[in-house]
């Protein structure tokens, strides 16, 4: 079969037919997305983010800090650090320092490490096992259910005793290894098994 080409009359006789523009509306196939990176526990222990923790495998961002989730954090920090002096009990309390857990990174919000667990160094970027005391202040953004399993979580890598911060209801659970203590805002609440004799009223860490 013969092809004919109808050329208009105006046309330059010597010009060649113009063909078809291509469409620009074209889609364009993107680029397959890198694979993600996966960090390890070690990977991250060794070089952690800041404010971060490592969970399930994913790094995840510790926020949700209020005003009065920070005044009880600096208030037991302080609390802690006097009477461990005064005590003459020794040791350190520290504030976010990253420790490992029997499954994930973890970033206590205040932590007392005794003497006898303090690295000869002095220093350290991750302790290798949970605080043997250890405090989180509950935040607006957290689950209670999310923190009780957080709290026996750190029991179960170790750790002596738990205290779990709830600035809105004034209340405070202590966890020394066997079940939940509860103390009220018109109780005083006491260390059981670290930090021996330390006590401070609820109401008065909580205010």
């Not at 993600?36 to 399930?56: C, G, N, Q």
Request: with cysteine; charged share 25%; proline share 6%.
């Amino acid at each position: 079969m013969t092809a004919t080409i109808l050329i208009p009359k105006n046309a330059d006789q010597n010009s060649e037919p113009e063909l078809p523009q291509k469409s620009e509306n074209i889609a364009e196939i993107p680029p397959e997305s890198e694979p993600k990176k996966v960090i390890s526990l070690e990977e991250f222990l060794v070089r952690p983010a800041d404010r971060m923790e490592w969970v399930d495998g994913n790094l995840v961002e510790k926020t949700g800090m209020t005003f009065k989730h920070s005044l009880a954090q600096s208030k037991l920090a302080r609390y802690w650090g006097n009477y461990k002096d005064s005590s003459g009990q020794g040791g350190e309390v520290l504030t976010e320092i990253l420790c490992r857990t029997s499954k994930q990174g973890r970033r206590p919000d205040v932590a007392y490490i005794t003497p006898e667990l303090l690295p000869q160094s002095g220093n350290f970027t991750a302790f290798s096992q949970s605080f043997p005391l250890i405090a989180e202040v509950a935040s607006p953004e957290d689950s209670g259910e999310d923190l009780f399993a957080k709290g026996q979580e750190y029991v179960e890598s170790g750790c002596l005793e738990v205290w779990l911060l709830f600035p809105e209801a004034r209340l405070i659970f202590v966890n020394a290894g066997q079940r939940w203590r509860l103390f009220n805002a018109d109780e005083v609440v006491n260390t059981q098994s670290v930090l021996a004799g330390f006590s401070v009223a609820v109401s008065e860490l909580l205010a």
